[in-house]
């Protein structure tokens, strides 16, 4: 299983932007799909997951200003981010619940997407 991420880029506080996180390979079934963020020093932090049902969860930082959605037949999951601060700058890192053809499931992490916001 492999994940791409995209959509980072740099924008000014009070900007958006949309990563995208494509799951490709021997796919059997895909759980739960999350977004973490990193900054340098510091350890990954969880910024908003979405279960297989649609349930959502919320870093307290960014409730009302992120959203995360997916879409099953894409395998893909995105974060829109909107009202962007300068706290947000970091590298975002998807990660994927799978189980591939084999049965096996575990969870897959894309190669992080940098997003900087400017004050």
């Known amino acids: 299983v492999q994940l791409q991420a995209s959509g980072g880029g740099l924008v000014q506080a009070g900007g958006s932007l949309r990563l995208s996180c494509a799951a490709s390979?021997?796919?059997?079934?895909?759980?739960?799909m999350s977004w973490f963020r990193q900054v340098p020093g510091n350890q990954r932090e969880l910024v908003a997951g979405?279960?297989?049902?649609?349930?959502?969860t919320y870093a307290d930082s960014v409730k009302g200003r992120f959203t995360i959605s997916r879409d099953n037949a894409k395998n893909t999951v995105y974060l829109q981010m909107n009202s962007l601060k300068p706290e947000d700058t970091a590298v975002y890192y998807c990660?994927?619940?799978?189980?591939?053809?084999?049965?096996?499931?575990?969870?897959?992490w894309g190669q992080g997407t940098l997003v900087t916001v400017s004050s």
């Open positions: 990660n994927v619940d799978a189980t591939n053809l084999q049965g096996l499931r575990r969870g897959y």
């Open positions: 979405i279960t297989s049902g649609g349930s959502t």
């Open positions: 390979g021997s796919i059997l079934s895909i759980n739960n």
